[in-house]
Nanobody
């Protein structure tokens, strides 16, 4: 079993920056991929960014050039630096971890960008 604890998020004005962090813990597990999804009211959950075991990363087109994902393998954490935030980035952000067997989700952290 894996537990994911998210931190960061909050309220920021358009153009501002926020940082999200997610720490994974539990009995022995391997990380295939780890990253962030988001879900805005009335919309489906969508991938924001993730990073894979081989170091490869993926970004939603809407956040490329503004968001940067990084991972600390020693601490089993993944961080998302979000710059030049827009009101459209407002959503509940969920950390996820794929351990080759199943996908685990965090509780979600709210990001609100005011115009």
């Amino acid at each position: 079993q894996v537990q994911l604890v998210e931190s960061g998020g909050g309220l920021v004005r358009a153009g501002g920056s926020l940082s999200l962090s997610c720490a994974a813990s539990g009995s022995s597990f391997s990380i295939n991929a780890m990253g962030w999804y988001r879900q805005a009211p009335g919309k489906s959950r969508e991938l924001v960014a993730d990073i894979r075991k081989n170091g490869g990363d993926r970004y939603a087109d809407s956040v490329k050039g503004r968001f940067t994902i990084s991972r600390d393998n020693a601490k089993n954490t993944v961080n998302l630096q979000m710059n030049s935030l827009k009101p459209d980035d407002t959503a509940l952000y969920y950390c996820y971890l794929n351990d080759y067997v199943r996908i685990y989700w965090g509780q979600g952290t709210q990001v609100t960008v005011s115009s």
